[in-house]
T-cell receptor, first 114, second 114 residues
Framework: GENVEQHPSTLSVQEGDSAVIKCTYS??????FPWYKQELGKRPQLIID?????GEKKDQRIAVTLNKTAKHFSLHITETQPEDSAVYFC?????????????FGTGTRLKVLA | NAGVTQTPKFQVLKTGQSMTLQCAQD?????MSWYRQDPGMGLRLIHY???????DQGEVPNGYNVSRSTTEDFPLRLLSAAPSQTSVYFC?????????????FGPGTRLTVT
Protein backbone atom coordinates (compact mmCIF):
# COMPACT_ATOMS: atom_id res chain seq x y z
CA GLY A 1 0.00 0.00 0.00
CA GLU A 2 0.94 3.65 -0.13
CA ASN A 3 2.35 4.72 3.17
CA VAL A 4 5.05 6.73 4.85
CA GLU A 5 6.39 5.51 8.17
CA GLN A 6 8.05 7.94 10.56
CA HIS A 7 10.18 7.29 13.65
CA PRO A 8 10.44 8.10 16.46
CA SER A 9 7.07 9.42 17.54
CA THR A 10 8.67 11.48 20.32
CA LEU A 11 12.22 12.69 20.74
CA SER A 12 13.80 14.63 23.59
CA VAL A 13 17.27 16.15 23.24
CA GLN A 14 19.38 18.54 25.26
CA GLU A 15 19.82 22.00 23.85
CA GLY A 16 22.84 22.00 21.55
CA ASP A 17 22.60 18.32 20.71
CA SER A 18 21.54 16.92 17.34
CA ALA A 19 18.18 15.41 16.47
CA VAL A 20 17.49 12.86 13.74
CA ILE A 21 14.07 11.81 12.46
CA LYS A 22 13.69 8.99 9.95
CA CYS A 23 11.04 8.14 7.37
CA THR A 24 10.53 5.29 4.96
CA TYR A 25 8.21 5.24 1.94
CA SER A 26 6.72 2.49 -0.17
CA UNK A 27 6.33 3.91 -3.71
CA UNK A 28 9.52 3.69 -5.77
CA UNK A 29 8.11 6.38 -8.11
CA UNK A 30 8.03 8.99 -5.33
CA UNK A 31 10.10 11.98 -6.40
CA UNK A 32 9.63 14.66 -3.75
CA PHE A 33 10.17 14.50 0.00
CA PRO A 34 9.27 17.56 2.07
CA TRP A 35 9.57 18.11 5.81
CA TYR A 36 7.10 20.27 7.68
CA LYS A 37 7.27 21.82 11.14
CA GLN A 38 4.09 22.42 13.09
CA GLU A 39 4.05 24.48 16.24
CA LEU A 40 1.22 24.09 18.73
CA GLY A 41 -2.04 25.40 17.31
CA LYS A 42 -0.45 26.49 14.05
CA ARG A 43 -0.46 25.23 10.50
CA PRO A 44 2.33 23.00 9.11
CA GLN A 45 5.08 24.94 7.38
CA LEU A 46 7.75 23.65 5.04
CA ILE A 47 11.26 23.71 6.47
CA ILE A 48 13.19 21.78 3.86
CA ASP A 49 12.56 19.47 0.92
CA UNK A 50 14.54 17.19 -1.33
CA UNK A 51 13.95 15.83 -4.80
CA UNK A 52 14.77 12.36 -5.99
CA UNK A 53 17.79 13.40 -8.06
CA UNK A 54 19.63 14.70 -4.99
CA GLY A 55 21.09 12.70 -2.12
CA GLU A 56 21.49 15.45 0.45
CA LYS A 57 20.41 19.04 1.01
CA LYS A 58 21.39 21.42 3.76
CA ASP A 59 20.00 24.72 5.00
CA GLN A 60 21.92 26.15 7.96
CA ARG A 61 21.24 23.81 10.91
CA ILE A 62 18.84 21.59 9.01
CA ALA A 63 19.73 18.86 6.53
CA VAL A 64 17.86 16.10 4.77
CA THR A 65 19.34 12.94 3.29
CA LEU A 66 17.69 10.59 0.82
CA ASN A 67 18.50 6.96 0.04
CA LYS A 68 16.34 6.00 -2.94
CA THR A 69 17.57 2.42 -3.02
CA ALA A 70 16.48 1.81 0.57
CA LYS A 71 13.46 4.15 0.21
CA HIS A 72 14.23 6.17 3.28
CA PHE A 73 15.01 9.77 4.07
CA SER A 74 16.01 11.55 7.24
CA LEU A 75 15.88 15.00 8.81
CA HIS A 76 18.91 16.15 10.76
CA ILE A 77 18.83 19.18 13.06
CA THR A 78 22.14 20.24 14.56
CA GLU A 79 22.79 22.56 17.52
CA THR A 80 19.17 22.30 18.60
CA GLN A 81 17.52 25.27 20.27
CA PRO A 82 14.35 25.52 22.39
CA GLU A 83 12.50 27.08 19.44
CA ASP A 84 13.06 23.87 17.48
CA SER A 85 10.52 22.22 19.81
CA ALA A 86 7.54 21.30 17.62
CA VAL A 87 5.98 18.41 15.72
CA TYR A 88 7.80 17.47 12.52
CA PHE A 89 6.16 15.66 9.63
CA CYS A 90 7.77 13.99 6.66
CA UNK A 91 5.87 13.42 3.43
CA UNK A 92 6.34 11.76 0.07
CA UNK A 93 4.70 12.32 -3.27
CA UNK A 94 2.87 9.23 -4.46
CA UNK A 95 1.93 8.80 -8.11
CA UNK A 96 -1.58 7.56 -8.75
CA UNK A 97 -3.63 7.65 -11.95
CA UNK A 98 -1.01 9.81 -13.63
CA UNK A 99 -1.00 12.52 -10.95
CA UNK A 100 0.66 12.94 -7.60
CA UNK A 101 -0.71 13.15 -4.10
CA UNK A 102 1.19 13.75 -0.89
CA UNK A 103 1.16 11.22 1.93
CA PHE A 104 2.39 12.26 5.36
CA GLY A 105 4.08 10.38 8.15
CA THR A 106 2.48 10.31 11.59
CA GLY A 107 4.76 12.99 13.02
CA THR A 108 7.57 13.31 15.57
CA ARG A 109 7.19 15.49 18.63
CA LEU A 110 10.60 17.02 19.31
CA LYS A 111 11.34 18.52 22.71
CA VAL A 112 14.53 20.48 23.16
CA LEU A 113 15.41 20.67 26.83
CA ALA A 114 17.16 23.82 28.00
CA ASN B 1 -1.57 37.73 -1.22
CA ALA B 2 -3.73 36.19 1.48
CA GLY B 3 -2.37 32.72 0.62
CA VAL B 4 -4.68 29.89 1.66
CA THR B 5 -7.70 30.88 3.71
CA GLN B 6 -10.20 28.66 5.51
CA THR B 7 -13.53 29.36 7.13
CA PRO B 8 -14.78 28.86 9.74
CA LYS B 9 -11.97 28.60 12.31
CA PHE B 10 -14.13 26.64 14.73
CA GLN B 11 -17.39 24.73 14.31
CA VAL B 12 -19.57 22.56 16.52
CA LEU B 13 -22.08 20.27 14.83
CA LYS B 14 -24.63 17.79 16.06
CA THR B 15 -24.58 14.25 14.71
CA GLY B 16 -26.39 14.10 11.38
CA GLN B 17 -25.97 17.75 10.49
CA SER B 18 -24.30 18.76 7.27
CA MET B 19 -21.92 21.61 6.59
CA THR B 20 -19.33 22.92 4.18
CA LEU B 21 -15.79 23.89 5.10
CA GLN B 22 -14.54 26.64 2.83
CA CYS B 23 -11.06 26.88 1.36
CA ALA B 24 -9.72 29.48 -1.04
CA GLN B 25 -6.31 30.40 -2.42
CA ASP B 26 -5.19 33.43 -4.38
CA UNK B 27 -1.90 32.07 -5.72
CA UNK B 28 -3.35 30.56 -8.92
CA UNK B 29 -2.33 27.11 -7.74
CA UNK B 30 -3.57 24.15 -9.73
CA UNK B 31 -3.33 21.59 -6.92
CA MET B 32 -5.47 21.70 -3.79
CA SER B 33 -6.08 19.17 -1.09
CA TRP B 34 -7.86 18.52 2.20
CA TYR B 35 -6.33 16.79 5.21
CA ARG B 36 -7.60 15.87 8.62
CA GLN B 37 -5.31 15.85 11.61
CA ASP B 38 -5.99 13.64 14.60
CA PRO B 39 -3.66 13.07 17.58
CA GLY B 40 -1.02 10.47 16.74
CA MET B 41 -2.33 10.03 13.19
CA GLY B 42 -0.51 12.76 11.36
CA LEU B 43 -2.11 14.43 8.37
CA ARG B 44 -4.37 12.13 6.41
CA LEU B 45 -5.44 13.03 2.88
CA ILE B 46 -9.20 13.22 2.36
CA HIS B 47 -9.59 14.48 -1.22
CA TYR B 48 -7.43 16.33 -3.68
CA UNK B 49 -7.75 18.18 -6.97
CA UNK B 50 -5.23 18.76 -9.75
CA UNK B 51 -7.30 21.48 -11.41
CA UNK B 52 -10.77 22.90 -11.87
CA UNK B 53 -13.26 20.15 -12.57
CA UNK B 54 -10.92 17.34 -11.44
CA UNK B 55 -11.06 15.73 -8.01
CA ASP B 56 -9.95 12.42 -6.57
CA GLN B 57 -10.06 10.49 -3.33
CA GLY B 58 -7.30 10.34 -0.79
CA GLU B 59 -6.74 7.97 2.13
CA VAL B 60 -9.91 8.71 4.11
CA PRO B 61 -12.65 9.99 1.73
CA ASN B 62 -15.73 8.36 3.27
CA GLY B 63 -18.29 10.85 4.57
CA TYR B 64 -16.85 13.78 2.64
CA ASN B 65 -17.54 15.30 -0.77
CA VAL B 66 -15.61 17.89 -2.73
CA SER B 67 -15.97 19.86 -5.94
CA ARG B 68 -13.65 22.24 -7.78
CA SER B 69 -15.60 24.58 -9.99
CA THR B 70 -12.92 27.30 -9.96
CA THR B 71 -9.15 27.37 -9.55
CA GLU B 72 -9.46 29.41 -6.36
CA ASP B 73 -11.99 27.44 -4.30
CA PHE B 74 -12.09 23.88 -2.99
CA PRO B 75 -14.93 23.36 -0.49
CA LEU B 76 -15.25 20.22 1.63
CA ARG B 77 -18.74 19.01 2.43
CA LEU B 78 -19.70 16.80 5.34
CA LEU B 79 -22.92 15.11 4.34
CA SER B 80 -24.07 13.75 7.71
CA ALA B 81 -21.63 14.57 10.49
CA ALA B 82 -20.50 11.81 12.84
CA PRO B 83 -18.46 12.05 16.08
CA SER B 84 -15.62 10.24 14.26
CA GLN B 85 -15.27 13.35 12.08
CA THR B 86 -14.22 15.44 15.05
CA SER B 87 -10.81 16.68 13.94
CA VAL B 88 -8.76 19.60 12.71
CA TYR B 89 -9.10 20.08 8.98
CA PHE B 90 -6.39 21.66 6.86
CA CYS B 91 -6.65 22.77 3.27
CA UNK B 92 -3.44 23.05 1.24
CA UNK B 93 -2.44 24.17 -2.22
CA UNK B 94 0.60 23.88 -4.45
CA UNK B 95 1.60 25.20 -7.83
CA UNK B 96 0.91 21.99 -9.72
CA UNK B 97 0.25 18.30 -9.30
CA UNK B 98 3.63 17.20 -10.63
CA UNK B 99 4.61 16.02 -7.17
CA UNK B 100 7.56 18.36 -6.74
CA UNK B 101 6.02 21.49 -5.29
CA UNK B 102 5.76 22.91 -1.80
CA UNK B 103 2.29 22.74 -0.30
CA UNK B 104 0.99 25.82 1.47
CA PHE B 105 -1.43 25.14 4.29
CA GLY B 106 -4.38 27.17 5.48
CA PRO B 107 -4.86 27.99 9.19
CA GLY B 108 -7.18 25.05 9.79
CA THR B 109 -10.75 24.48 10.94
CA ARG B 110 -11.34 22.80 14.30
CA LEU B 111 -14.54 20.74 14.04
CA THR B 112 -16.33 19.09 16.92
CA VAL B 113 -19.25 16.73 16.32
CA THR B 114 -21.39 15.95 19.36
Amino acid sequence: GENVEQHPSTLSVQEGDSAVIKCTYSDSASNYFPWYKQELGKRPQLIIDIRSNVGEKKDQRIAVTLNKTAKHFSLHITETQPEDSAVYFCAASIMTKGTYKYIFGTGTRLKVLA
Amino acid sequence: NAGVTQTPKFQVLKTGQSMTLQCAQDMNHEYMSWYRQDPGMGLRLIHYSVGAGITDQGEVPNGYNVSRSTTEDFPLRLLSAAPSQTSVYFCASSYSGTGENEQYFGPGTRLTVT
